[in-house]
């Protein structure tokens, strides 16, 4: 099978590097182009991009040279955007208009009414606006962006919780240090320390789950009639989001229920190459799930559940990096490529 170029929009940043990784040695995807700033743009990668991930950097990558963030530069099929959201704004459509697939982390476009924004086992269906985002827009390609890094912890394990009739969730965060990036959190405020603010991030949290929970309605999403209230936490985590979540249903399931619901939710996309065994994986220990120990189940795209408790209350918990940003927008990606729309 001949391979989709791909090229990424911020490839040295934090997000960027998981991109890199995720993409090096993909069996569908060929990273042909690795954009950034002005100040990386015409070094090489290996130069460029101050490598902090605990995996080596992929050989294949080292070698290229960063080119400005610009359609002109970037010789691809498919970009992965992990551009700030002010940037995103203005440059992700230009890529769109260019014809480019432009499968995006930024939180730009994602509130958009005619953008989709996919998880994969949540609402596929949600792919069907990309047409008619083409002919509003008059583009020859699209935007398709995935959640907030919290908002697909959260969102995929309510997915199963819609058959009860959900009504309420109200959310506490413990989120890890790296979702705010290399620079995002100084040492002398995170260390032995917890800040109970995130600028941006309860909004996206309250909002964002009511478009992907919503239904798809043939020209637009009729958002779910759910009330979502969040309290974001950021603690010193390296990586993976920690989610304490209460949920009320008008069906009010047991304990019992609910697990059976999150262990019988099973969806099936057709063996993408980043989709995990499961996607949600329920812990028996009372104490888990916990990050140093489960955000690298199912290759860190699993979401694991514990502590199940009348109320219903549980605990949720994702690697932020890789789930909740860039595995997540290839995964995306790879949805797009078996519906044929890459």
Same mark, same amino acid.
């Given at each position: 099978? *001949?391979? #989709? +170029?791909? &090229?990424?929009?911020?490839?040295? &940043?934090?997000?960027?590097?998981?991109?890199? *990784?995720?993409?090096?040695?993909?069996?569908?995807?060929?990273?042909?182009? %690795?954009?950034?700033?002005?100040?990386?743009?015409?070094?090489?990668?290996? +130069?460029?991009?101050?490598?902090?991930?605990?995996?080596?950097?992929?050989?294949?990558?080292? *070698?290229?040279?960063?080119?400005?963030?610009?359609?002109? +530069?970037?010789?691809?099929?498919?970009?992965?955007?992990?551009?700030?959201?002010?940037?995103?704004?203005?440059?992700?459509?230009?890529?769109?208009?260019?014809?480019?697939?432009?499968?995006?982390?930024?939180?730009?476009?994602?509130?958009?009414?005619?953008?989709?924004?996919?998880?994969?086992?949540?609402?596929?269906?949600?792919?069907?606006?990309? @047409?008619?985002?083409?002919?509003?827009?008059?583009?020859?390609? !699209?935007?398709?962006?995935?959640?907030?890094?919290?908002?697909?912890?959260?969102?995929?394990?309510?997915?199963?919780?819609?058959?009860?009739?959900?009504?309420?969730?109200?959310?506490?965060?413990?989120?890890? #240090?790296?979702?705010?990036?290399?620079?995002?959190?100084?040492? =002398?405020?995170? !260390?032995?320390?917890?800040?109970?603010?995130?600028?941006?991030?309860?909004?996206? =949290?309250?909002?964002?789950?009511?478009?992907? %929970?919503?239904?798809? @309605?043939?020209?637009?999403?009729?958002?779910?009639?759910?009330?979502?209230?969040?309290?974001?936490?950021?603690?010193?985590?390296?990586? &993976?989001?920690?989610?304490?979540?209460?949920?009320?249903?008008?069906?009010?399931?047991?304990?019992?229920?609910?697990?059976?619901?999150?262990?019988?939710?099973?969806?099936?996309?057709?063996?993408?190459?980043?989709?995990?065994?499961?996607?949600?994986?329920?812990?028996?220990?009372?104490?888990?799930?916990?990050?140093?120990?489960?955000?690298?189940?199912?290759?860190? =795209?699993? #979401?694991?559940?514990?502590?199940?408790?009348? &109320?219903?209350? !549980?605990?949720? =918990?994702?690697?932020?990096?890789?789930?909740?940003?860039?595995?997540?927008?290839? %995964?995306?990606?790879?949805?797009?490529?078996?519906?044929?729309?890459?």
């Amino acid at each position: 099978m *001949e391979k #989709i +170029k791909a &090229g990424i929009l911020g490839a040295t &940043g934090a997000v960027g590097q998981r991109f890199v *990784e995720a993409l090096a040695n993909h069996p569908w995807f060929e990273l042909t182009s %690795l954009a950034a700033s002005e100040r990386s743009a015409g070094k090489k990668y290996k +130069k460029a991009a101050d490598w902090r991930l605990d995996t080596p950097l992929p050989e294949s990558v080292a *070698e290229l040279e960063v080119v400005p963030v610009a359609p002109s +530069k970037v010789e691809a099929d498919v970009v992965f955007s992990a551009l700030p959201t002010d940037l995103a704004k203005e440059v992700e459509p230009a890529f769109a208009k260019a014809g480019f697939a432009v499968a995006s982390n930024a939180s730009a476009y994602r509130m958009e009414k005619d953008v989709p924004l996919v998880i994969p086992e949540v609402n596929p269906e949600h792919l069907n606006l990309i @047409e008619i985002q083409q002919e509003r827009r008059g583009w020859d390609g !699209y935007i398709i962006t995935n959640p907030n890094c919290s908002t697909i912890v959260m969102a995929t394990t309510l997915k199963p919780l819609m058959n009860f009739g959900l009504e309420t969730v109200q959310v506490a965060t413990m989120q890890a #240090i790296s979702g705010a990036g290399f620079r995002g959190v100084s040492g =002398m405020e995170i !260390y032995d320390n917890v800040i109970p603010f995130i600028g941006g991030e309860e909004p996206k =949290m309250e909002t964002e789950p009511l478009k992907l %929970l919503g239904k798809f @309605e043939g020209a637009e999403i009729t958002p779910a009639n759910i009330k979502v209230s969040a309290s974001c936490n950021r603690v010193p985590v390296i990586d &993976g989001h920690t989610e304490a979540i209460w949920a009320t249903m008008r069906e009010a399931p047991t304990p019992e229920e609910v697990k059976k619901a999150f262990l019988n939710f099973d969806p099936k996309l057709g063996n993408l190459p980043s989709e995990p065994e499961k996607v949600l994986v329920v812990r028996e220990e009372e104490n888990r799930p916990q990050p140093r120990l489960d955000r690298n189940v199912g290759k860190g =795209m699993s #979401i694991s559940i514990g502590r199940i408790r009348e &109320g219903i209350r !549980y605990t949720a =918990m994702g690697h932020n990096t890789i789930r909740g940003a860039a595995g997540a927008s290839v %995964l995306n990606a790879e949805l797009l490529h078996s519906k044929g729309k890459l």
